[in-house]
């Protein structure tokens, strides 16, 4: 068992991944010829994360003996029914009650997902200790991504997603990538208040930092994260760009 004092990971991987035309779980979609959730695992080990907590869900068996074989100290969690990334974390809650080190949260559909990058939240979370500290970058085109919203000093407000954004929001250009850093106390404190009041009645990951903000908490948001890391993974278009890119990188 890995020490609890030490950073651990949750990885979102329960999406049947409904855009990708294939039987196969999204995370199990090959780029570079490998299923793309182990370059997520490889990133996080590269980072020094080894307690690796998977939420698996749709073909759960299937992801299971993918990852049969891999080092490190991964879990499993089930979510059974997709109700939303805030609810597969909520998939995680007894894992976590055990973990005194923060946690990290990725999702498992972002292979592009940079040791460096984990490596420099984790830096700057040892220096100020928020509640919650998000990777993000700016994106010219972006698209279907949640939004970094900022009051007028430039603190950080809340992550608002496309979907449920008007359309002054949707000209921000800063976007959430799903990299959280969290102190896990207040991770599990604000997955119990998360309500699916939304436009897709789903039980979103992203209201954890505008609840943790309305709760008095320090939530920073650094935007650290590399180019390459503005591409997931969603339909078969971005399936293929990710690919090529990853290949002229020398993956
Ligand atoms: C999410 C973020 C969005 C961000 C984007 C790219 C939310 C609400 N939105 O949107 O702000 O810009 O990622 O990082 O979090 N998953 C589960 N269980 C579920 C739902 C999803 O395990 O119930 C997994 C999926 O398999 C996937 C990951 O979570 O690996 C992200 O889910 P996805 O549906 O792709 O979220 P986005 O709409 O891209
Ligand atoms: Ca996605």
């Not at 207040?186 to 979103?204: A, H, I, R």
Request: glycine letters at 8%; a negative charge.
């Amino acid at each position: 068992m890995s020490n609890r004092n030490e950073p651990c990971a949750v990885v979102l991987a329960a999406g049947k991944g409904t855009r990708m035309k294939s039987n196969l779980p999204k995370v199990l979609c090959p780029v570079v010829d490998r299923a793309m959730i182990h370059f997520v695992l490889d990133a996080l080990e590269k980072a020094g994360i080894r307690r690796q907590i998977i939420v698996v869900g749709y073909e759960a068996d299937a992801v299971k003996k993918e990852l049969a074989g891999r080092e490190g100290d991964i879990e499993f969690v089930l979510q059974e029914e997709q109700l939303g990334t805030g609810h597969a974390v909520q998939m995680a809650h007894s894992a976590l009650k055990s973990q005194v080190g923060p946690t990290i949260v990725v999702a498992g559909d972002s292979p592009l997902i940079q040791p460096t990058s984990l490596k420099k939240l984790l830096d700057h979370f040892a220096e100020t200790r928020p509640a919650l500290l998000l990777g993000t970058l700016e994106k010219s085109n972006p698209e279907g991504l949640g939004r970094i919203v900022r009051d007028g000093a430039g603190a950080f407000w809340g992550i608002v997603e496309h979907k449920d954004a008007t359309d002054e929001q949707r000209k921000i250009c800063e976007v959430n990538m799903s990299t959280y850093l969290f102190h896990t106390p207040d991770l599990l404190d604000s997955l119990s208040k998360l309500s699916n009041n939304n436009t897709q009645s789903e039980y979103y990951l992203t209201d954890c930092a505008k609840l943790l903000r309305e709760a008095g908490r320090v939530v920073e948001a650094i935007a650290v994260l590399e180019p390459c890391e503005s591409l997931s993974i969603n339909n078969t278009d971005e399936l293929k760009l990710v690919d090529e890119t990853m290949r002229s990188m020398g993956y």
